[in-house]
């Protein structure tokens, strides 16, 4: 590309309309020339660095402008300041409002992607998800336009890293920070759920943590409304796209069938997170995209105290429940997991806030605040076991039972963190696959409406309930089933009166012969 001149460098910037008061280029010009003696500088990138110290652009609109573009400056009411991020599906970049001067991040998708129904259905579904939601710790939503073919997503912009970036920076995390930012990523999947929505990519990169300390997941490009099943299927269908999710946090239920989870398989995804946190890897971090994924269905991850030795049991085994490949047997609720964390963080010291929602009709939430390090004293106290100088044991994670789900296949297409894609995936393996893909269809949707009427923990016989102390469906033994089918009678084994007639007469008569021989043996002169 031909350098561009001081002049030319000038020219373009009147044109491009970044400054709205022209009059402040021949100010910025005339300042420059003072300091440099009382000529302009002759390299037109000293004069855009000028102007970049001046505040009057930015170092992203000096580049594009110093390669001699003018256009692409401005989207609809926003003025584009610079380029946060690409990803698979769109551009990200950071814009301020013209006349509000509000600061906003806004996802573009990219003009050649208009043509694809799926790239363009999937990015109006991301509106409609970020619309339903109003949470501390998600990402909001505050407008979706488009001007001419480009479409594009006005979110609040938030300065901070995401959590990729944090790791791939420093290295695996503290305990006590990891306790917390998963915490809060509960709580915000909490209100997803809430509201209808599964995220279905939950992962390091999508929760981003500002400066201060407050995470926030964004990214709803492949939520799902739990409420609108049949659009999100035909959708899925449409585009033979069965599997959609990143790989190394893929739950091994959302592998099979993406569209037919529910908020369970994102507790799995942030198990998988909270486990690269404390290692600085995913749980599965070698083979290929397809031996990940497999991995994913039939094989325990290294445990974390093999790379930390001094983790904290009760947090490490939070975690394992979170990455359990059944989904019965994971905590059942986002709600689930902020609480043993927040008695996790209480017993260290470190106070949580729980923000528990309870969403109106207008899907608007509402928070009930508590510290959880109060609600624990409180609880001890009516429980009369509040003793002064005695340890705490912390979190107990009782493991629930169930019956096993038959597996199936695999489906068509996952994208790794590289975005690239698989094809084709048969988690089963042996000769009965094809009989258990088949049993799938009809498991799933009982194990789903079980699920939904199980009663309360507390409710059951037999479980007490004390502080600390999470009890996930006590459940030993699966219950026993009574047939109502009458038993066939066994035939009886007595012997009939006429045998036992024979019997005693032969008997009888043995032992009158046998008398009458010893008479006519003994008796005779």
């Known amino acids: 590309m031909a350098k561009v001149s001081v002049e030319k460098f000038l020219d373009l910037l009147k044109r491009s309309g970044l400054i709205e008061n022209l009059d402040q280029i021949p100010q910025a010009v005339s300042a420059l020339e003072s300091r440099s003696g009382g000529l302009l500088p002759g390299d037109a990138k000293t004069v855009a660095n000028f102007f970049v110290e001046e505040t009057l652009i930015t170092d992203w609109q000096s580049e594009k402008l110093l390669e001699g573009r003018y256009k692409g400056f401005f989207l609809g009411k926003y003025k584009l300041l610079g380029h946060l991020g690409t990803g698979g599906m769109s551009s990200v970049y950071l814009a301020d409002h013209v006349l509000m001067q509000r600061r906003v991040a806004i996802k573009v998708l990219p003009a050649k992607r208009v043509n694809d129904s799926s790239y363009l259905a999937r990015f109006h579904q991301e509106a409609q998800a970020a619309a339903r939601l109003d949470h501390r710790n998600i990402v909001r939503a505050y407008d979706v336009d488009n001007d001419k073919d480009q479409h594009y997503l006005v979110m609040e912009f938030v300065d901070g890293k995401d959590l990729q970036q944090m790791v791939k920076a420093s290295g695996p995390l503290d305990y006590n920070t990891v306790g917390n930012f998963i915490a809060q990523a509960a709580e915000?999947?909490?209100?997803?759920?809430?509201?209808?929505?599964?995220?279905r990519d939950v992962k390091p990169a999508n929760l981003l943590v500002d400066e201060d300390g407050l995470v926030k997941i964004l990214d709803m490009g492949l939520a799902r409304f739990a409420d609108n099943d049949d659009d999100e299927a035909s959708l899925t269908v449409a585009h033979e796209e069965n599997v959609l999710g990143t790989a190394d946090y893929l739950a091994p239920e959302q592998a099979i069938n993406s569209h037919t989870v529910d908020g369970r398989a994102d507790l799995y995804s942030l198990g998988c997170t909270m486990y690269f946190l404390l290692t600085g890897h995913p749980p599965f971090p070698e083979g290929t995209l397809s031996q990940r994924l497999l991995a994913h269905q039939n094989q325990e991850p290294a445990s974390i105290l093999v790379e930390r030795p001094d983790a904290p049991r009760d947090l490490v085994a939070i975690c394992e429940q979170m990455m359990s490949k059944k989904a019965d047997e994971r905590q059942q609720s986002a709600t689930e997991v902020a609480q043993q964390l927040a008695t996790w963080l209480a017993?260290?010291?470190?106070?949580?806030?729980?923000?528990?929602?309870?969403?109106?009709?207008?899907?608007?939430?509402?928070?009930?605040?508590?510290?959880?390090?109060?609600?624990?004293?409180?609880?001890?106290?009516?429980?009369?076991?509040?003793?002064?100088?005695?340890?705490?044991?912390?979190?107990?994670?009782?493991?629930?039972?169930s019956q096993s789900k038959p597996a199936a296949n695999a489906g068509e297409t996952v994208a790794d963190k590289d975005r690239q894609t698989l094809s084709g995936i048969d988690t089963q393996s042996g000769p009965s696959g094809a009989k258990k893909k088949q049993s799938a269809k009809t498991a799933e949707p009982t194990a789903a409406k079980s699920s939904k009427q199980r009663p309360p923990t507390s409710a059951k016989k037999g479980v007490k309930e004390k502080p600390d102390t999470f009890v996930i469906d006590t459940d030993s033994e699966p219950k026993k089933t009574t047939s109502t089918t009458p038993r066939k009678r066994r035939p009886s084994r007595a012997l009939p009166l006429w045998i036992w007639a024979v019997l005693v007469g032969l008997a009888v008569g043995t032992l009158i012969a046998f008398m009458i021989l010893i008479i006519d043996k003994f008796g005779s002169p």
């Open 188 to 199: 915000g999947l909490n209100h997803a759920h809430a509201a209808g929505l599964i995220h």
């Open 347 to 401: 017993d260290r010291g470190q106070p949580f806030l729980l923000h528990m929602d309870s969403p109106s009709s207008s899907g608007m939430s509402g928070n009930l605040v508590a510290a959880a390090s109060t609600v624990k004293r409180q609880t001890a106290a009516k429980a009369g076991k509040s003793r002064p100088g005695v340890k705490r044991t912390g979190v107990k994670v009782t493991r629930r039972k």
